[in-house]
């Protein structure tokens, strides 16, 4: 527990994920709620006004900022420096700094779904969703794909500066097909495919269900859970402690 609190302070020091990962959104999430336009129901969003469907959009933002910049950043800085390195000669080892990382993230990832949520239902009088579980579900299969692409990133990377370059590339396309720019409802119908077979397009999808009080249906759930597998598969095969 001392151990991810450390790694807890150290990720609230770095900034990245604190800033840009909760912050940021969260402001936007304000800022969003306070535009009466986009709070108005709109037909091509189901009857949906703008701001409900950012609302899930504004989570994965923090998901996504968290598991494809913050998680590699400190993690090939840590190679980089030779932290994971050095601990392999203490009784901690390497790869309990790993998974308090990974905790660390986690739970600042919670922490802001919370309050992303609070703030929109409070505030705004949007809706939670009509399936919690199925809310967490989505989100733990999402948390589950993205970190396993983080830690690939991670694996690969030589060095920090080329994780949070190559994690900043994955991010945008990514935060693009979850809706952030355009949502996925107004798509094309080609970039509504392509989306489905992403994993933010994917965890809005389980997230839109579970709005609509039903638990993920099976194509997201392989999609994600296809992401998970093969790069945790692969980031263990490639993944270097020096």
């Known amino acids: 527990m001392s151990l991810v609190v450390a790694e807890m302070k150290l990720s609230v020091r770095d900034k990245v994920g604190p800033l840009w990962g909760v ?26 006004s703008t701001f409900e469907i950012y609302v899930p959009v504004l989570i994965l933002f923090n998901l996504a900022m968290l598991a494809l910049i913050a ?9 980089e420096t030779g932290v994971l390195r ?19 993230n986690l739970a600042i990832a919670v922490v802001a779904a919370a309050v992303f949520l609070t703030v929109a239902r409070l505030g705004f009088g949007v809706h939670l969703p009509e399936n919690p579980a199925g809310f967490a579900i989505g989100w ?7 970190i396993a692409i983080g830690l690939l990133v991670t694996a690969l990377a030589p060095r920090r500066g080329v994780a949070t370059a190559v994690g900043t590339v994955l ?15 107004q798509m094309p119908p080609l970039l509504r495919d392509i989306s489905q077979a992403t994993p933010l397009g994917a965890g809005i999808q389980a997230f839109q ?17 296809a992401y998970a597998v093969v790069c945790t598969a692969a980031a263990i095969r490639w993944f270097r402690w020096e």
């Open 86 to 104: 050095r601990m392999q000669t203490t009784p901690v080892g390497p790869a309990r700094v790993l998974g308090a990382q990974l905790v660390a």
């Open 209 to 225: 269900q579970a709005y609509e009080g039903s638990l993920p249906s099976a194509r997201p759930v392989l999609i994600l859970l």
């Open 140 to 146: 733990l299969l999402v948390a589950g794909a993205l």
């Open 71 to 79: 998680l590699p950043t400190t993690l090939a800085g840590y190679r």
């Open 171 to 185: 991010y945008f396309p990514m935060m693009f097909f979850a809706g952030l720019w355009v949502p996925v409802t």
């Open 23 to 48: 912050a940021f959104p969260l402001i936007l999430l304000i800022i969003l709620g306070n535009v009466p336009t986009m709070r108005q129901p709109e037909e091509a969003n189901g009857g949906l």
